[in-house]
């Protein structure tokens, strides 16, 4: 059974970088069927898909976070990982790393509370 577990810090400043790291257990980041992705909710809102890494091992953003967002994998260490640079209070969220084949994600990490403040 695929497990995703994230890490990273739960307080970051404004206008510095939020590095958010997930590992996979139980599956392959090198997967040629699954894709992998971070989204967020804020308090109060909806999930927000940020961006993800294709099974091809492209990743793909969400036009609207494009700008601030990178996402990349460490095949050593069945890990991806996430930052957002420039962060404001407005990215103050849960982020979770998720999983899937195909359409929608199958597999979700517990979730992790970041705050923006200073």
């Known amino acids: 059974q695929v497990q995703l577990q994230e890490s990273g810090p739960g307080l970051v400043k404004p206008s510095q970088t939020l590095s958010l790291t997930c590992t996979v257990s139980?599956?392959?980041?090198?997967?040629?069927?699954?894709?992998w992705a971070w989204i967020r909710q804020p308090p109060g809102g909806g999930l927000e898909w940020m961006g993800g890494i294709a099974p091809g091992g492209s990743s793909i953003y969400n036009s609207s976070l494009k700008n601030r967002t990178s996402i990349s994998r460490d095949t050593s260490k069945n890990q991806f990982s996430l930052e957002l640079i420039t962060v404001t209070p407005e990215d103050t969220a849960v982020y979770y790393c998720?999983?899937?084949?195909?359409?929608?994600?199958?597999?979700w990490g517990q979730g992790t509370q970041v705050t923006v403040s200073s």
């Open positions: 998720v999983g899937g084949v195909g359409v929608g994600f199958d597999y």
């Open positions: 139980g599956g392959s980041i090198t997967s040629s069927v699954h894709d």
